[in-house]
């Protein structure tokens, strides 16, 4: 690999102003990066982009991207938290204008299906829960409680929540009229969709979009990344480089050298089958993503605009792409007859050092643990707005690049630690996959200290502090997922009349309040203009 030097650039410290000297504190902007230059587009990259060139646009501060138009980009049908709704509000963009650009649809949270076969918990629901609850959210927490500790009465978490009642009736997060609060949701939207319409609207804010495709990396003495060397354009310089080129890590991981940590040991899952159907019924279309358990893995309903994205997740230990195709077609029926497949592999796992010397790495170039939950856009979003607050808060200097890279692997670290808590507990018993994901001793230290307060009845609230601390699911969503799979002990002690009073009260509630949202496709009418 070619090296070279790249000397620094100075900025003046003094203005003079007639014949005296003005002492401006200019060394905080002589920092500043003049030209940043992002490697790959797709979401990861355009969100990066138009992310940048809100925060520094005021600063000179020149954002670049280039991409390749002969490499695509990994992209189905995608679901969010609620922390996308937060980046589009930052960049005034509405969802009357992205959504309908990007075939989106609302999310109120995941169903999964067929994880347990404890009677009466073969299914339940993660909400996105927000004020709404706030008068009933004590009673699933006692009630859980109540039952671990071996009360006969009901803890089943789809009783509890306001989104829960809005996915069964079909309905958005949008009330018909204002409301004092507001609920909490995500979106299911066209990822290839998303990378297009946030690169024009990055390229009108004013950033640089270059197409090429990029032959080689070069390196000063220093380690750096000096420039790179592409097709057409040449060599293109810059102070400050962002790896958005996927699994291939083309600057952090082939240039720099940063090796991924595994996490195979943890995760078992690195392949996915994915095959697009129709939506069946435009007048119902569902609010919520759904995560159903297969022989081998698990499967994917996305509901967009125009159509239905399904995928089957499994471990190529168990079953080969070919299996998985056949086992996956059979499972969707007629709607994928004539539809093609797209066949996705990963390694699961992180790299240590996201920002390692002038290089940040952003989506797949850090890494990849699985689709469950939807959690990739959140890393990328993390990740972006942390690094852009620790790099102007360092005067753009590598001064917090340690504190950024140990809570990026900090923040990964625990999504790791919910996604296994699924496989954890199971109650499956048809194939070897779920036995193993089951019984599988590794874990983190962290993971086996919840597990084991909850089933010894210990007190859960304080062992989630200590170990979780909040890191993106709060305590209510492990508690949702304990309990949704039905991981209690057989009911030793009577039922209790108050907790199954306050359980019919949260559902009725809960039901009561949906009735005042839109349903979902007549409100994705209204957004669309009626198309």
Not at 240 to 248: A, I, K, L
Not at 320 to 337: I, K, P, S
Request: with cysteine.
């Amino acid at each position: 690999m070619q090296t070279e030097h790249v000397s620094g650039k100075i900025a003046p410290l003094v203005t003079i102003v007639g014949t005296a000297i003005n002492y401006e504190c200019t060394w905080v902007m002589s920092n500043a990066p003049n030209n940043i230059l992002i490697v790959g587009g797709g979401t990861a990259g355009w969100m990066t982009a138009i992310h940048m060139q809100h925060q520094w646009a005021d600063k000179g501060i020149n954002i670049s991207l280039i991409e390749s138009p002969g490499i695509g980009t990994v992209g189905v049908g995608e679901g969010t938290t609620p922390m996308l709704r937060e980046f589009y509000t930052r960049l005034d963009i509405p969802e009357s204008e992205w959504m309908p650009a990007c075939n989106a649809t609302y999310k109120n949270g995941i169903s999964f299906p067929d994880w347990s076969t404890v009677p009466g918990y073969e299914n339940y629901f993660h909400p996105f829960f927000s004020d709404f609850d706030k008068s009933h959210i004590q009673y699933f927490w006692d009630n859980c409680n109540l039952r671990r500790n071996g009360h006969d009465i009901p803890a089943h978490p789809d009783d509890y929540f306001v989104t829960t009642a809005l996915s069964r009736q079909f309905r958005s997060p949008i009330p018909k009229h204002k409301m004092p609060t507001e609920s909490m949701y995500g979106y299911h939207f066209d990822a290839g969709l998303m990378g297009e319409y946030l690169k024009g609207k990055a390229v009108e804010r004013g950033v640089t979009l270059i197409q090429d495709t990029i032959n080689e990396v070069n390196l000063d003495r220093k380690g750096d990344i000096a420039s790179v060397m592409t097709d057409a354009h040449g060599r293109i310089k810059a102070d400050f480089y962002v790896d958005c080129s996927g699994f291939r890590g083309l600057l952090i991981r082939q240039a720099l050298g940063e090796q991924p940590v595994s996490s195979r040991d943890f995760m078992f899952n690195d392949s996915a089958v994915a095959i697009q159907t129709p939506i069946k019924d435009k007048d119902n279309i569902m609010s919520e993503t759904i995560s159903r358990a297969l022989k081998y893995g698990w499967v994917w309903h996305i509901p967009l605009s125009n159509r239905m994205g399904n995928g089957y997740v499994y471990c190529s230990d168990y079953i080969n792409e070919e299996q998985a195709e056949a086992e996956f077609r059979e499972y969707l029926g007629v709607d994928a007859e004539g539809a093609s497949a797209l066949h996705l592999h990963w390694s699961p796992g992180r790299i240590e050092n996201h920002w390692k010397n002038n290089c940040v790495a952003i989506g797949l170039s850090q890494g990849f643990l699985e689709p469950l939950e939807a959690l990739m856009i959140n890393v990328i979003q993390m990740s972006i707005e942390c690094f852009t607050e620790y790099f102007e808060k360092g005067i753009f200097s590598n001064e917090h690049r340690q504190d950024f890279n140990g809570k990026v692997n900090k923040f990964i670290d625990g999504i790791r630690d919910y996604l296994q808590l699924h496989y954890k507990i199971n109650s499956r018993d048809d194939t070897q996959y779920w036995r193993d994901a089951r019984d599988n001793p590794n874990m983190s230290q962290q993971l086996a200290a919840v597990i084991e307060a909850w089933d010894n009845d210990d007190n859960i609230d304080r062992v989630l502090f200590e170990n979780i601390n909040q890191q993106l699911y709060p305590r209510t969503s492990w508690y949702c997922m304990l309990a949704g799979m039905g991981r209690f002990p057989e009911a030793s002690r009577g039922p209790l009349r108050l907790p199954a009073r306050n359980q019919k009260r949260a559902r009725a509630s809960s039901e009561e309040k949906a009735e005042h949202f839109y349903p979902h496709a007549e409100y994705l009418k209204m957004l669309y203009g009626g198309k």
